[in-house]
């Protein structure tokens, strides 16, 4: 296989994020077990042409299988983000708990978007009693089933002027590299934040954050 740059790779990556966000419908099937298994594969595929071969026609497959390429390509580069600004990526790639490492602390990076069902907190997230608010609304809201935990989570939140631009943000890499820069410095000096959440009546401490893209 051909050895590339980082910056080789991220701009061939970006071709295909680009193909896809225009091939991408605005609404999918909220991610279940079942539709999970039967698109494995996203693992495996480097383009978009894969992934429509793969699918074989059935369109909500593809939609379905599309999203989650975008997902999961979006959110590895951030992690290779986090490790080009001098976190440690975790040594097993299958950990659900645990992407990196920062100064020893454990950490699973979440990209996500920016929900209309948190609208009534105002953008961006200016102070920390709002950032707290989010990741508890996260932890409570997202990555339910097989990909639920309680554990240390870095929420990367995209937000656009609408459901699409929110998207798009996922391949802002410069931004996101900056901002990612910038947390790190900060947590260089300073002890990463830590709050309470509640899970079936259940208190679980975490150390969690959110980094605002938009």
Not at 12 to 28: G, M, N, T
Not at 57 to 63: A, I, N, P
Not at 128 to 144: F, G
Not at 156 to 162: A, D, L, P, R, S
């Amino acid at each position: 296989m051909e050895q590339l740059s980082f910056t080789e790779y991220q701009s061939k990556l970006l071709i295909e994020l680009e193909k896809a966000f225009h091939l991408l419908s605005p609404d999918w099937s909220k991610q279940n077990n079942y539709d999970d298994g039967r698109t494995r594969f996203i693992y495996e595929v480097e383009n978009v042409d894969e992934i429509i071969r793969r699918c074989q026609g059935d369109e909500m497959l593809f939609q379905y299988a599309l999203h989650r390429w975008y997902n999961y390509k979006t959110s590895k580069h951030c992690e290779d983000l986090f490790c080009l600004e001098g976190a440690t990526r975790v040594k097993n790639q299958k950990d659900r708990e645990v992407d990196i490492y920062i100064r020893g602390i454990p950490f699973d990076v979440k990209l996500t978007v920016y929900s209309n069902k948190f609208s009534f907190y105002p953008s961006p997230l200016n102070t920390r009693e709002l950032k707290d608010a989010m990741c508890r609304w996260l932890y409570e809201n997202q990555s339910q089933e097989q990909r639920k935990h309680l554990k240390n989570r870095i929420f990367i939140v995209c937000y656009g002027e609408n459901k699409l631009d929110s998207f798009r943000l996922k391949m802002d890499f410069t931004q996101i590299r900056e901002k990612i820069k910038q947390y790190l410095i900060y947590f260089q000096e300073n002890e990463f934040n830590q709050i309470t959440v509640l899970d079936s009546g259940k208190e679980f401490s975490v150390r969690t954050d959110v980094i605002y893209i938009c």
